[in-house]
């Protein structure tokens, strides 16, 4: 199966993507998400930030991506974000803080001594992956309600529409693999096998 939909050429760093595939990581296919939506790329959720060398490499190419933005604080509503997080406000000239969510009854909430970092400031919300966007949708909210300027959201994949609120996602790995609707999915279209159903 060829590598992209459309064969476009990738700014992306290829040593990211070599790292991976090597390690198993990164596979193509045909895969359905509960987001409704079906793509040739699936990323190993829970395996994909654990060597701090891609890690690394991944938030730099993020920071890149919003390295004139003059943000404060990076933000993460899940516990996969996090370390990515750290990583993509250490590229970040100056240096931002960063602030996780944890969760509350489902809800995700920011810790009271940790307000200050987004009252006032200019904050870029960032996960590992955005499935269905109703995490961040959530955690958008409760960033604009402190008192948080929502500069930017970034994740490494984002499985569904290209903006949350009024904010476009930037997905570093979507100009390879994008994600489509079922109904315009071209690998169907094409008389791919039945997609894989990934659970999240």
């Not at 992306?12 to 987001?35: C, M, N, P, V, W």
């Not at 699936?42 to 190419?61: E, K, W």
């Not at 516990?79 to 750290?86: E, K, P, V």
């Not at 006032?120 to 109703?134: E, F, H, K, P, Y």
Request: proline share 6%; hydrophobic share 40%.
């Amino acid at each position: 199966m060829a590598r992209t939909m459309d064969h476009r050429e990738s700014t992306l760093d290829r040593t990211i993507l070599d790292h991976l595939k090597r390690d198993g990581l990164l596979t193509e296919g045909h895969f359905a998400y509960r987001s409704g939506r079906h793509s040739a790329l699936h990323l190993d959720r829970d395996r994909l930030l654990a060597d701090p060398g891609a890690a690394s490499r991944m938030g730099y190419a993020l920071a890149k991506r919003f390295f004139n933005d003059h943000l404060h604080t990076v933000a993460s509503p899940s516990i996969w974000g996090a370390g990515l997080a750290q990583w993509v406000a250490y590229f970040l000239d100056p240096r931002a803080k960063v602030v996780y969510a944890t969760p509350r009854d489902g809800q995700p909430t920011i810790a009271p001594r940790l307000e200050s970092l987004i009252a006032g400031q200019r904050v870029l919300l960032i996960d590992n992956l955005i499935m269905s966007g109703a995490t961040m949708g959530r955690f958008d909210e409760l960033i604009t309600g402190l008192g948080g300027e929502v500069i930017g959201i970034g994740a490494l994949w984002n499985a569904t529409e290209p903006t949350i609120g009024t904010e476009p996602v930037f997905g570093l790995l979507n100009e390879l693999y994008e994600a489509f609707p079922a109904a315009s999915c071209p690998l169907c279209a094409a008389g791919a096998s039945e997609p894989v159903e990934i659970p999240y």
